[in-house]
């Protein structure tokens, strides 16, 4: 069981929710599995089951053909990447670098090319699907880079993932990632704001929500999440603070392309608001308390 | 083939493109149908298949004994029912009028208690589902008023439509319908923006569909209006003007309950643009060229 002839030790940075899962699944195909993770309890339960624990990245690199990234901000990347102990300065010759963040596509450029100076394959492959398509092996992945780097790598994409797409050069896995959240930002507003209006004006929102999911008004965050908050459940599938960042890197994206993005800035204000309410902690429907408080 | 014993004549009032395709559906079932419309001419088709002809909404009223209107703006559904010739002053006792048109839903309110008041059952019951849904009998029929007349005239619904809510007291209809329409409002912006962003950035829009229309992101816009946009397609499923009306309507009722609704404002904001710039005859997914003139 092996990527290709003599590449078959991964190296996984970034045990969190979504990390853990994903790790596991190459654990289970039986690649060799290094993990480093900042909070090193977090990966107790993969190196029970045969991960080798590493205290740092440079020593992750050194072990590791494939190197798997799953951190927090742009900035936690850009350390992990380009920092003087970092992956770029480290990783075995040839090695493949995959940083699956969501994070900045500028970033994933810069990657790329101090990857590919010292003879490395980046790629960004940023996720959508969420805890439990980690979980299930289902996620989506937008992949940027190379041709032949992510022709290489798709066996370990494939445990992960069952929509894995190649949306071109470095950076595009994070562009397209990037036209995903734009597009959940001014949903989310449409789905709390009929829901507001639902019970403002005496409605079930129940009820009408069996009138208006099947047609045109028809979204997963309607049929998925308005009834989390029709059942005041707020708890994260998504986290509030989790998507302020992504929608920071989308407005800044979108601000260097001269690209005006209205309904995301205001997504982006409600959300902010709401984290000021003290909802950062709480999944992406709670925005719904930014209408009705 | 009849509503109930002695309920056999329906009068339809507005042969628009909706309105024709309704009332077709009533004159195969076997309903004697009397029609009146604005532009005679929009009804020929239908007094060919043996639909009678009335000169004057009154004359239908006299005529009818379930009446039904789709008509265009609620200053047409004010006139039609409240007007001196209208048909709350001009129905025959215990005649059931069902306003079908998206309106107002104070208006409706106000139709239903004139209606009451002269022993008339009246109905507000909006639909969803466009040209299509009319045309193939499969609308979203979304309703208010009384359970009683509810019950009395579904025989008729459910040759329009397949789902028919009843949504509480006069006006639920039209305040569902509006819930519809806020939700599908904000949801255009994300669709738009984020092809926008797509094509700022470099993306293939159609790639970039794959990796997103399945998850988090998806909604029936996006997957039935973007690749009307990628292929530069703005012709109307559902015209800008209207829409423009729809939100109008919604924006004065949530100012009326109090409700502040950011989302919808600023897409109502952005289709008046879109109007200004000659888009008002095309479909609601000429949004795009919001962003993107």
Redesign the interface.
């Known amino acids: 069981m092996s990527l290709k002839p003599g590449v078959s030790t991964v190296g996984f940075i970034g045990i969190g929710v979504m990390g853990k899962s994903m790790a596991g699944h190459l654990l289970k195909a039986g690649y060799k599995l290094h993990v480093y993770t900042r909070t090193q309890e977090k990966a107790e339960e993969l190196v029970a089951e045969g991960a080798v624990w590493q205290d740092t990245p440079a020593g992750l690199a050194a072990a590791s053909d494939v190197i798997i990234t799953m951190v927090g901000y742009p900035k936690d990347v850009e350390q992990i990447y380009l920092g003087e102990q970092g992956l770029i300065a480290q990783a075995k010759p040839g090695a493949y670098l995959i940083d699956m963040t969501t994070s900045s596509?500028l970033l994933a450029r810069r990657i790329y090319e101090a990857a590919a100076a010292r003879g490395l394959h980046a790629l960004d492959a940023p996720v959508?699907?969420?805890d439990v398509?980690a979980r299930e092996g289902r996620l989506?992945i937008?992949a940027g880079g190379d041709e032949e780097a992510f022709e290489a790598v798709r066996p370990l994409l494939e445990l992960m993932g069952t929509?894995i797409?190649l949306?071109?050069k470095a950076?595009?896995g994070q562009?397209?990632k990037?036209?995903?959240?734009?597009?959940?930002?001014?949903?989310m507003?449409?789905?709390c704001?009929?829901?507001?209006?639902?019970k403002?004006?005496?409605?079930?929102p129940q009820?009408?929500l069996?009138?208006?999911e099947?047609?045109?008004?028809?979204?997963?965050?309607?049929s998925?999440l308005a009834p989390r908050i029709i059942d005041g459940n707020f708890e994260p599938g998504?986290y509030v603070k989790h998507f302020i960042k992504d929608m920071g890197i989308?407005l800044e994206?979108?601000k260097d392309?001269?690209?005006?993005?209205?309904?995301?800035a205001?997504?982006e204000s409600?959300y902010q608001r709401l984290a000021d309410m003290g909802y950062a902690e709480k999944g992406t429907q709670a925005l719904y308390k930014a209408?009705r408080p």
Chains 1, 2 share one sequence.
């Not at 403002?200 to 079930?204: C, E, N, T, V």
């Open positions: 596509p959508s699907g969420g398509g989506s937008m929509n797409v949306q071109g950076g595009s562009h397209t990037m036209c995903n959240q734009i597009a959940i930002a001014s949903n507003m449409g789905v704001e009929a829901l507001a209006y639902a403002a004006s005496g409605l079930d009820t009408v069996k009138s208006i099947t047609g045109a008004a028809g979204s997963w965050s309607l998925n998504f989308a994206a979108a392309m001269g690209l005006d993005l209205p309904g995301l205001l997504a409600l209408y």
